[in-house]
């Protein structure tokens, strides 16, 4: 099976810090896509990545980055975290055609 | 553009009673059409998936979904609720001319089972 790990379950940080979110996938897929989770409006594209170094943006990119130097590794980057960025972050791989694999999740708290 | 809208944020069943969980969906090309079941505290697990084959669409756990063209709906049923289905519930489209699947998510519906 193709697993999709995100590094942190649960995160809290400070309104301004810098934040890295980490996702690893097992499966050699070229797709990578990061999404977040609020309640009542499902899942939101933020960025997304078809091949190394490669990335594009998704419906609401404003206020984050990403990187993806290895094919398996694709990082969401909160350059200045604000408070309404807490949420569920979703990271997901995808094979063209095969359908995705999402990992776990990581709710991110900003105070 | 493409778009799903689920048209209950809530659906309340008695174990042993049939589930609908209602969708309908906009795409300007054939769409792919997906649900996925999120349990509490876990990440998405593909339920079925439509891709121009079969209308009815079996899925994992019993449940199974019916693309309508005609009404543009892809509503997801089981015959009959488990304790373990309560969940929540998306339906997702993708437009099938496009070489990179790109996912729309709906807004999701809360599945609750009572004893």
């Known amino acids: 099976d193709v697993k999709v790990t995100q590094s942190s379950r649960y995160l809290v940080k400070r309104t301004g810090e810098k934040v890295f979110l980490e996702c690893v996938q097992d499966m050699d897929h070229e797709n990578m896509f990061w999404y977040r989770q609020d309640p009542g409006l499902g899942l939101r594209l933020i960025y997304f990545s078809y091949d190394v170094k490669m990335k594009e943006k998704g419906d609401i990119p404003e206020g984050y980055s990403v990187s993806r130097e290895k094919k398996e590794r694709f990082s969401l980057i909160l350059e200045s975290a604000s408070t309404n960025q807490t949420s569920m972050y979703l990271c997901?791989?995808?094979?063209?055609?095969?359908?995705?694999?999402f990992g776990s999740g990581t709710r991110l708290t900003v105070v | 553009a493409q778009s799903v809208t689920q048209l209950d944020s809530h659906v309340s069943v008695s174990e042993g009673t049939p589930v609908l969980l209602r969708c309908n969906y906009s795409s300007s090309y054939s769409p792919s059409l997906f649900w996925y079941v999120q349990h509490p505290n876990k990440g998405l697990q593909l339920l079925l998936k439509y891709t121009s084959a079969a209308t009815l669409v079996k899925g994992i756990n019993g449940f199974e979904a019916e693309f309508k063209k005609s009404e543009t709906s892809f509503h997801l049923t089981k015959p009959s609720a488990h304790m373990s289905d309560a969940a929540e519930y998306f339906c997702v489209v993708s437009p099938m001319n496009t070489g990179f699947q790109k996912l729309v998510f709906g807004t999701g519906t809360r599945l609750l089972v009572s004893p």
């Open positions: 997901a791989s995808s094979f063209r055609g095969h359908g995705y694999t």
